[in-house]
């Protein structure tokens, strides 16, 4: 691995880029199906929960969402 004589920090001000841009790992469409699946399977199971009550359901589940 070479040896830089700028830190990431100092790279990415020359750059003019965030240096959080570097670590962001963007969703997968499969990720985003099986949120959409699972959150589609918890309301048929439960027809009376609205959006707010999936939306825990599906955080209790482990699924990462916003």
Partial sequence: MPCSLLSV???CQLLG???SGLYYKPRTNNTKQA???HSTQVFEQIPIYGERK???Q???DGFKVS
Avoid: C, F
């Fill in 35 to 37: 949120i959409k699946n």
């Fill in 9 to 11: 920090n100092q790279q």
């Fill in 58 to 60: 599906l955080l209790e």
């Fill in 54 to 56: 999936v939306h825990q």
């Fill in 17 to 19: 880029v965030n240096r």
